[in-house]
């Protein structure tokens, strides 16, 4: 039988609005990841002692086996949470001399009693190192449930999560689950995927669930097993016929990323790449520089925003900007290969559209991008329409614009 | 006596980490606003008919005054949150004609029964109206609990949270607080701006509390008054303090953006701005045009992410670069001069720095940025090591940037 998982999220920042909770989430999106363990409940609240044990109430008479605890566990008057707990448990602190004399090394001028708060725990506790700050994440047992209380710095869950809690105390006592599994589609829309799927979703209803998960960068469509005993062949049965149905639109699963994915094929193929940008204004640079070690393929770009970048700098004569206009097809194209030939690299993109919320017109309304990508060979452009919001717009393009890449560098394979 | 406030956000891929839950986090930001309103729980939950209904048993338990449902209004078999609140308070569903008919209208290829189901509220409900998706909101009260049940698409929510739910249900009743600001700084570390600030917070103490909540974009100072029956003038005198102390690290308040700020007062002056980026590879850009109406005064810019770029496009020397490297205070200030000539803007900006994670030095380590600033009259340069993180790097040299332009500016004035 299926374990149970709670997570309590603390802090006045979280239950105000100002700070969004992606502890949560992280822990959440890491611990469905096996068999037999689901969350059960998310809990947000603020630095508040009644709040915090009213949930631990609540989630200690729901059957549930594990508790995560986030934030509060700082060195302010605000950062409630052990006090809570040592009433709620009724229990002292003890310090943990191995992390106070790590913190009293690396931090020689900061205060004593700092230091100390940071590194003392619940009594009935054991540590968990951090990694990376200096509040010491802790786990113990009680009543049944095992708790695991961390600090809220995102970073600092991260490490807990990825260094100690998984490997300790999760992966030795359950499987990774083979039976869900998220295949990451571009190019498509959700009602032509699922046209082109209905019939072996249909046949397969009683075994394999689909959903399709729309967002800026594709369809995401996840397949879940409905009885956790189907045989991992039966699972790959399924999936190679949903791949088999819509192959060119697939590029990549799971958590893959498309920028990631690129950099990885260019550095492989050792082939270069320089973008110039309008409508997206450097997000196109932005998420390909996003990942480490893209100095090696990406050559660089230019945000040709106004029509005299694009003249000046991208070498576009301004004839062919007036008279088909700064968002075309005809200077979408120049701007891909002259980026191209500016930069000396394999592929060149460019965007140029009408982000939004204005600029638009009968002929080009808001939302109207071509996208282009040139090689040596020859070059493409597409025309789209996308909605009639600047982020939504600049978002789609920059997806859609990967993933062109992607498929022109597989057809020169 | 305040009211309390409490969210429940439903959705199978909440609970499963696969979405951030951006909801609550917007329903709060806008409640918190509001004398006498106070959030007190936040929970996310599965489309799942007996958690749902816990979850509300909780909360009908606790006093509550308002409770914000949000997701699961959708027409597929997921989307139970109708079918469980139907049962929960034992009731049928009604259809609103209005609704339907514009529906209908505007999609005449949709399904009749996928209409009729986004067009269904419960019939205990009134409809609240969705400008911009189909399923319709509803609000009702029971037990003396105002309920509003809103769909799980974030801009949905953001429209019928600022269009309806805030003026017809929240403004008239509910002063807007003024005893609640946040300063925003950049510039400076928590630790200076405390020390700058401590003896007026140690005098003010009983009666206002000073928060520092540190970020990429800088160090964010809320004060909040400890007492509701503070009158705005002492907030004000209070607020005036502090500002005294550290006004040149000050850029904005409460919800400002320095890219939005930015954007205003080159407007205003009619000034124009170029960049030259290498280590925030087209981010600051990016973040410059994520401002509507940007292209007035913004001219463009060059990613020159190899020094072939820095070379060929923005006219440096190779013998520059070779003499102190790509990454040095003589090469930004090359770039961020040659990028306002090139285009003839009236301020220049250039980034060139060690994101990380690899590519650091004894001499010049990951972290590493230099910023400069260029004008007609003169240019800047100011060194930073920041950390050995690639995403803060890339961050911090973003907001660090804006901050040094919007500097120059009112320097120049």
Redesign the interface.
Known sequence: MSKKVGIICIGD??????????N?????????KFDNLD????????DDLV?IS??LD?LMG?NINYIFITGGLGPTH?DLTKKVLCEYFNCELKICEKHYQKLYDKYPSKKKNHIKSQSEILEISQPIPNDIGTALSMHFMFKGITFFILPGVP?EVNKAMVNYILPDYIEPFYKMNNSVLTILTSGIYESSLYNRLKDIIEEWRDKIKV?F?PGYSGVKI?LTSLDSNISKDTFTQFKNLVEYKIKKYIYGYDDDKLNHIIGEILLKERKTLA?A?SC???????V???V????SY?????????N??KV??LGIKSDVINEYGAVSKEVAVLMSENIRK???SDYGISTTGIA???GGSRNKPVGRVYISISTKKNTICKEFTFSD???IN?NITIYISLFLLKKSIEIKK
Chains 1, 2 share one sequence.
Do not use: H, W
């Open positions: 920042e979280l239950i105000n609005g100002y700070t969004i909770d992606n949560s989430n992280f822990i959440a999106s890491k611990i469905r969350i059960s409940n998310i809990f947000v609240v603020g709040s009213d949930n609540y729901k605000d970073l959903a998960l996840r973008v940008e997206t204004g450097g997000y196109l640079s932005k390909i520089t996003d480490p070690g893209s100095s990406f050559k660089g770009g230019i945000v040709s925003y106004s005299d970048m000046k700098i500016k930069c000396n939004g919320p204005t919001q600047r982020k600049r």
